[in-house]
């Protein structure tokens, strides 16, 4: 079965710090993974996704992603943190024995304190 | 804008009310879903459509009501609701709903408050 494990709740960041999420996944067959970000009041907006190829994976406002498959982990990355990236941060993963489903992880928050 | 509109944004309904929330897409996507977001909880996936037919239902009371008039048109008629459906509910789409490699584009949300 398909499942997504974020391990922390939340994670405290000062701005200019670097700042990693993490993700933890397990499927059956090769995986597909996706970051979303949630606003408050708004609803879930794509970051990025590892579909195959390079692990490391860049997407929006200077997120990157790192794949590693041994250790089924594909945690968010982001070199230097903004005030403005505090928000709650999903991982999401499908496979294709998973049909018609994205299973996403109970979320993040990210706070970056100025 | 991510291309998706869900309508109302708020919501407060009495239990034995009835009401719909209303979801449009203009992206040309062929699948759209339903989620609900409750607090200190992962998404939990609640209707799919691909091509206007519902393709998963996943174990929802049947006082959730999901219909798709047409591929760009999603609602979800409510009648019933308990306190504990009180949750964000999100609409998304994305191009299709088999192919594993896409992206779903989420709505803003409809926050229901049921007293």
């Known amino acids: 079965a398909q499942s997504v494990a974020q391990p922390e709740d939340q994670v405290n960041v000062a701005e200019g710090n670097p700042l990693t999420v993490k993700c933890t996944y397990s499927?059956?067959?090769?995986?597909?993974l996706f970051w979303y970000v949630q606003y408050p009041n708004r609803g879930l907006q794509f970051l990025l996704k590892?579909?195959?190829?390079?692990?490391l994976v860049k997407g929006s406002y200077g997120f990157e992603a790192e794949f590693n498959k041994s250790q089924t982990s594909f945690h968010l990355k982001k070199p230097s943190a903004l005030v403005s990236d505090s928000a709650l941060y999903f991982c999401?993963?499908?496979?294709?024995?998973?049909?018609?489903?994205?299973?996403f992880g109970a979320g993040t928050r990210l706070f970056v304190k100025a | 804008e991510t291309g998706v509109t869900q309508t109302p944004r708020h919501l407060v309904m009495g239990m034995t009310n009835k009401k719909s929330l209303k979801c449009e897409q203009h992206?040309?996507?062929?699948?759209m879903y339903w989620y609900k977001q409750s607090a200190k909880k992962p998404l939990e996936l609640m209707f799919v459509?691909?091509?206007?037919?519902?393709?998963e239902n996943n174990s929802v009371p049947s006082r959730f009501s999901p219909e798709c008039p047409n591929s760009s048109h999603l609602f979800l008629h409510l009648h019933t609701l308990q306190p504990e459906d009180s949750a964000l509910y999100l609409c998304?789409?994305?191009?299709?709903?088999?192919?594993?490699?896409?992206?779903?584009?989420f709505g803003q949300g409809t926050r229901l408050t049921v007293v």
């Open positions: 998304a789409s994305s191009q299709e709903a088999t192919v594993v490699n896409t992206e779903a584009f």
């Open positions: 499927v059956s067959g090769n995986p597909y």
């Open positions: 590892y579909i195959t190829g390079d692990n």
């Open positions: 999401a993963v499908r496979d294709l024995r998973g049909g018609f489903k994205t299973i």
């Open positions: 992206l040309g996507h062929n699948a």
């Open positions: 459509y691909s091509l206007e037919e519902r393709v």
